[in-house]
């Protein structure tokens, strides 16, 4: 890993970021970037579309934000956008990437048990995974042909790519309470974007058209834990992308959060993990 200033932020990896259209997509072999790569994809993210990776052969680690994962094919990962994520392989692993705009991933949720809200990461073998296989072939396969009428059928085998991954990582939505699964998705969509504010329950409420009551309800019900706890979990994620991915300094990172006093920053972090921010950061990059 060699951390900058900032967590770099790809179109797909080692291109910028640009605009990308509502219905995107793109769909790749890993090995056909390996001469940007070389096996090693630092982490990155993305800033308006998701991933799913699935691995095809070989092994090696694939990290979403602070989880590493050790894994030998065949192996899936679902990444949402403005996920930190990366991965070191060895020499003989490949993977098939589909990539999707976010408005491409909204009109596709209705009709999907996936979470779609957060990252997942599942591996095993038999039972569906040679399924799942198939159809990531043929999105890789049609993707290729570029045929005019290409959208549709590519949305298709999406969707049933994320089904199968739902069913593959356990990660499926609870059949009870849609309107606050809905609601829920909305808060957790809005907490990405205000990762660095200092926006409360009434601000989440309002921007989302519930009373402050409904939301806390929902969050307890489908996150099981409470707004104010969600977003405390959320600003130390925010928190620990930067100690682990950039060399900002601790004080400039508790000032991007929104913390104005950094020792309240630091009493915050060590609060909610045990560790001083310096204390785990050294911990987790190995300098220690």
């Known amino acids: 890993m060699n951390p900058g200033r900032d967590i770099p932020s790809y179109f797909v990896y080692g291109e910028p970021s640009r605009p990308i259209d509502i219905g995107f997509f793109h769909v790749e072999a890993v090995r056909e970037r390996n001469s940007v790569h070389m096996g090693t994809v630092e982490p990155h993210q993305h800033a308006d579309m998701a991933q799913v990776t699935f691995w095809t052969s070989g092994e090696g680690v694939y990290q979403i934000d602070e989880n590493d994962w050790h894994f030998s094919a065949p192996a ?10 990366g991965f070191r392989v060895a020499d003989h692993s490949d993977a098939i990437v589909l990539s999707m705009a976010d408005a491409q991933l909204a009109a596709l949720r209705s009709g999907t048990d996936l979470r779609l809200d957060h990252s997942v990461f599942a591996t095993g073998k038999g039972g569906e995974w040679p399924l799942l296989e198939r159809v990531m072939t043929l999105l890789l396969t049609q993707y290729r042909l570029g045929a005019p009428a290409a959208t549709a059928l590519m949305s298709s085998l999406s969707l049933t ?16 309470a849609p309107a606050q699964e809905r609601t829920i998705y909305a808060f957790r ?22 009373s402050p009551h409904r939301l806390d309800l929902a969050a307890k019900s489908i ?11 959320r600003r130390l994620l925010e928190a620990k992308r930067l100690l682990r991915f950039t060399i900002r300094t601790i004080e400039d990172i508790g000032y991007s959060l929104g913390f104005e006093d950094p020792s309240y920053f630091s009493r915050f972090f060590r609060r909610m993990t045990g560790l001083s921010p310096s204390a785990w950061r050294a911990k987790e990059t190995g300098q220690d």
């Open 76 to 85: 899936v990962s679902f990444v949402a956008s403005r996920t930190v994520h």
């Open 161 to 176: 790519a994320l089904n199968y991954i739902a069913r593959l990582s356990g990660e499926a939505l609870s059949p009870s």
């Open 189 to 210: 969509n809005l907490m990405e974007e205000q990762s660095s504010s200092s926006w409360t329950l009434q601000d989440y409420a309002s921007a989302i058209g519930t």
């Open 223 to 233: 996150l099981g834990k409470s707004v104010k706890q969600a977003i405390l979990d």
